[in-house]
């Protein structure tokens, strides 16, 4: 158990509650601006303003524009961990840069990182083996 006291919930939900009040700023203002939309077709038909015709335009644009966010971020993350699942050039990339820094730094101490390498794998071999 850590000793450390438990954060104040402002603090520890702090990027939450910003995305929160970030998310509810957004979807108020869309209900106003599509408000003022409805009112002003309305009043060029010249006919009252009803809010059942305001409460379908406005969830139906509320749903689209939320299909079109999940969308995206499905694709993101989906599509991402597809990528480096597959070894893109760009997650190759990385890793071979990162096994050429631990070789330089291995050979900057005398050790030669293939042996290294042998070393690791008879560990963890023995780790599996115990099993």
Known sequence: MSSRPRPAFTRAYSF??????LFLMAWAGQFFFQLMVVE???AAHAQAFAWSDFWPRFLSST?????????QLVWQTAGLSLLLFWGSSQSKESDERVERK?????RER??????????VR??????LNQR
């Open 16 to 21: 939450g509650i910003v995305t929160g009040v």
């Open 40 to 42: 002003q077709d309305a």
């Open 63 to 71: 749903l689209e524009n939320w299909q079109s966010e999940f969308l």
């Open 102 to 106: 631990l070789d330089l730094l291995l």
């Open 110 to 119: 005398g050790l030669e990182p293939t042996e290294v390498d042998a070393v």
């Open 122 to 127: 008879g560990e963890l071999d023995g780790r």
